[in-house]
């Protein structure tokens, strides 16, 4: 085939390529390198995209950022729901398995990517104000697929989103604090945590049938 009848791809399709691209460079750059290195020229040369098409597509670093960890959340969500119907139904097995569900999602690189955006925002004003709704959003999002994950029995208890936070800041500490997302050890926190939550499910239980 000569280049004269060579069919070129649509252009939406070129462009939704060159957008997933810059999202999966985005991630990767923030998760691997952090925010200070994760420049829109170093993006672009993970990504092979031109700085045309790149600021073409995302007018501010940020704007690239915060919409590659939109779609990762999502893409999370959708994956963390197909599971849902797998898990053991009896409670103590059904809360092992949630939470062994929710760390594998929970210590990806959208987790560190989070925590590496959390960072920054705390010292930037101008990335907080536009993290702040977003996160907002993120987090009443991922309580209701919690509850899916956890099931009715448990979900359904009037403790079980102060039991959910308190899981979500072991979680965001096993990242942060203890640098363990990558090590062996980090296989074993399910099945630790589950042992600490167990307790606080069932009072939350006992409370409501008191």
């Given at each position: 085939?000569?280049?004269?009848?060579?069919?070129?791809?649509?252009?939406?399709?070129?462009?939704?390529?060159?957008?997933?691209?810059?999202?999966?460079?985005?991630?990767?750059?923030?998760?691997?390198?952090?925010?200070?290195?994760?420049?829109?020229?170093?993006?672009?040369?993970?990504?092979?995209?031109?700085?045309?098409?790149?600021?073409?597509?995302?007018?501010?670093?940020?704007?690239?950022?915060?919409?590659?960890?939109?779609?990762?959340?999502?893409?999370?969500?959708?994956?963390?729901?197909?599971t849902i119907h797998t898990l053991p139904?009896?409670?103590?097995?059904?809360?092992?398995?949630?939470?062994?569900?929710?760390?594998?999602?929970?210590?990806?690189?959208?987790?560190?990517?989070?925590?590496?955006?959390?960072?920054?925002?705390?010292?930037?004003?101008?990335?907080?104000?536009?993290?702040?709704?977003?996160?907002?959003?993120?987090?009443?999002e991922l309580e209701d697929v919690c509850?899916?994950?956890?099931?009715?029995?448990?979900?359904?208890?009037?403790?079980?989103?102060?039991?959910?936070?308190?899981?979500?800041?072991?979680?965001?500490?096993?990242?942060?604090?203890?640098?363990?997302?990558?090590?062996?050890?980090?296989?074993?926190?399910?099945?630790?945590?589950?042992?600490?939550?167990?307790?606080?499910?069932?009072?939350?239980?006992?409370?409501?049938?008191?």
């Amino acid at each position: 085939m000569t280049a004269a009848t060579t069919i070129r791809r649509p252009q939406a399709l070129r462009r939704s390529e060159a957008v997933d691209s810059l999202l999966v460079a985005a991630i990767a750059c923030l998760a691997e390198e952090g925010y200070a290195a994760t420049s829109m020229t170093r993006i672009q040369q993970r990504a092979e995209i031109n700085r045309g098409r790149c600021s073409h597509y995302f007018r501010t670093k940020n704007d690239l950022l915060l919409r590659a960890i939109e779609r990762l959340f999502d893409q999370h969500v959708a994956e963390i729901r197909s599971t849902i119907h797998t898990l053991p139904r009896e409670h103590t097995d059904r809360t092992r398995a949630a939470i062994a569900v929710l760390w594998e999602h929970w210590r990806s690189p959208l987790g560190t990517a989070l925590i590496e955006l959390r960072g920054v925002a705390r010292v930037d004003p101008e990335l907080r104000a536009v993290l702040a709704p977003r996160e907002a959003r993120t987090l009443a999002e991922l309580e209701d697929v919690c509850r899916e994950l956890f099931g009715p029995e448990l979900s359904g208890q009037p403790g079980f989103a102060d039991v959910l936070n308190l899981l979500f800041q072991a979680m965001n500490g096993a990242l942060e604090g203890l640098h363990v997302a990558s090590s062996a050890r980090a296989s074993d926190l399910p099945a630790f945590w589950a042992r600490l939550l167990e307790p606080l499910f069932t009072s939350t239980q006992r409370a409501a049938g008191g």
